[in-house]
């Protein structure tokens, strides 16, 4: 890590044999998970750089991560089509989430911990019961690979971020499209603003576009 006043770096976490992809810090801000191309996770405490322990049963690379907000749970997202969902604690997988058909890019937890919201290389997203693993619902109407989700603060709309050059805002209990943004350029990365009303894009040519939302 690193200190933004200084740019001293404080420590250095070493363990994952591979890349790593993606990494996500617990509301309490005790614990890092990182994913990585090695098929693993890891638990790191915040403050020592202690790696406390390796969550293993992904088959193939991991590419997201995400914690719920109660900082209890991790939710993975992997190219062997599947999201897991861990206990942080125990580094046990409590389920698996099957359904999608190719690699599962990007993945998000509604701010109530109740769902979660996959985005897959199989032009699709999904929405999840976090409890059962149902798959509740699913998401069509990008033409190329889903590169990245993000859920609103309100947790019923989400923005979808694809390699068909579009971004798009969804109502996700009715499965429609409210909003859209179309560039010149994959969509890789996308975020949301606290409040809730600007959503910030990331594209392939080095582009970050900013969107105002209005009546949602």
Request: net charge negative.
């Amino acid at each position: 890590m690193w200190g933004l006043e200084s740019g001293e770096e404080l420590r250095t976490l070493t363990g994952h044999t591979d890349w790593v992809y993606a990494v996500a810090v617990t509301p309490d801000g005790r614990y890092v998970v990182s994913a990585s191309r090695d098929k693993t996770l890891k638990v790191w405490n915040m403050r020592s750089g202690e790696e406390l322990r390796t969550l293993k049963g992904h088959t193939e690379c991991v590419r997201s991560v995400a914690v719920t907000p109660d900082g209890r749970r991790a939710v993975s997202a992997s190219e062997d089509k599947t999201l897991k969902v861990w206990d942080i604690e125990s580094g046990e997988v409590l389920r698996t989430l099957t359904g999608h058909t190719d690699w599962v890019y990007a993945v998000a937890v509604t701010p109530d911990g109740r769902y979660v919201v996959s985005a897959s290389r199989d032009k699709t997203l999904k929405v999840w019961n976090m409890e059962s693993g149902e798959e509740l619902r699913t998401l069509e109407g990008h033409t190329d690979r889903v590169r990245a989700v993000a859920v609103m603060p309100d947790g019923r709309h989400a923005v979808s971020v694809s390699e068909d050059k579009i971004l798009k805002v969804w109502d996700m209990e009715r499965e429609e499209v409210i909003a859209s943004f179309s560039g010149d350029s994959y969509l890789l990365t996308c975020a949301i603003s606290p409040d809730g009303k600007t959503i910030v894009a990331g594209d392939a040519s080095g582009r970050v576009h900013f969107m105002r939302l209005i009546g949602v």
